[in-house]
């Protein structure tokens, strides 16, 4: 029996991230084979982590990352808030987002799951991906992202669409779509416009307000003019490009673009957004 000393514990520790007994005693199974001790090490830790895998995972963080030809967003699950502001937990998941977009990862990607699995027994809590999108950038789109808080509950990644790549580095149109992702992130649109709002939802919407009117005595075209009025004033609220501007109530996103179109000679459109909220009801 090799005899086992403080020293390759330490550093089976540092690799791993196990505890002191867990590693000695892996080195002893091992008899004191560092690569068979890291072997049993984390053969331990796939099992913890599936029987983890029961637990319930309500918590989790957002992530995010704009590269030169797309931009990602990502949220992974944890059980709790702790974890969630855990700066390794941080870390691995900007990389993990940066490799996406990087690399053209996707949410089911071998490594990227396996990142994942590997923090997850390490921090010894059931995790998640929970879900990845990439958004393609062409040249003429701009992409800014925005994570609020510490914690990183809200990600967002919001994208225009420009007359001209050189507005890229337009101040005025970076101050606009800073602004854009903060206010999806305080607003939380369903949609981007209504041509995006489902036909489905729409009839839905228009069933429940023609339910409200039934008892007015008013003409049926009085009935039916209320009735659209009420279906525009919910697209309104719902729909991104229709809302009040964050800065600006008076004036609807759509309606800061145009006017800063004008305003510096090209023209700027928001044609796409995410927002993850970590543990939101998918």
Request: aromatic share 6%; proline share 2%.
């Amino acid at each position: 029996m090799a005899a086992i000393n403080a020293a390759d514990v330490k550093k089976l520790r540092e690799k791993t991230g196990a505890g002191i007994l867990e590693c000695k005693n892996a080195l002893t199974k091992a008899d004191g084979d560092f690569a068979a001790a890291e072997r049993i090490l984390k053969e331990m830790g796939l099992a913890a982590v599936a029987k983890r895998a029961s637990r319930v995972a309500e918590e989790g963080r957002a992530f995010t990352y704009v590269g030169a030809k797309a931009a990602g967003i990502l949220e992974i699950s944890c059980e709790t808030d702790f974890v969630a502001r855990n700066e390794d937990f941080a870390a691995k998941g900007k990389k993990l987002v940066t490799d996406a977009v990087e690399l053209g990862k996707g949410a089911d990607d071998p490594e990227l799951l396996g990142v994942v699995t590997d923090l997850a027994t390490t921090i010894k809590e059931n995790m998640q991906l929970r879900r990845l999108e990439v958004l393609p950038l062409a040249d003429d789109e701009l992409a800014v992202d925005y994570i609020h808080g510490e914690a990183g509950k809200v990600g967002v990644i919001v994208k225009l669409k420009l007359s001209s790549p050189e507005l890229k580095t337009n101040e005025k149109v970076l101050e606009y779509a800073k602004d854009l992702s903060l206010h999806a992130a305080a607003f939380n649109p369903a949609y981007l416009n209504e041509k995006a709002v489902p036909a489905q939802y729409l009839a839905e919407q228009e069933s429940i307000f023609k339910a409200q009117a039934a008892n007015m005595d008013k003409p049926e075209n009085v009935i039916q003019g209320i009735i659209k009025g009420k279906i525009a004033k919910h697209l309104k609220e719902i729909c991104f490009s229709d809302q009040p501007f964050v800065k600006d109530e008076k004036r609807s996103v759509t309606k800061v673009a145009e006017d800063l179109s004008k305003e510096i000679g090209g023209k700027v459109e928001l044609v796409d957004y995410r927002v993850y909220r970590a543990g939101e009801e998918l």
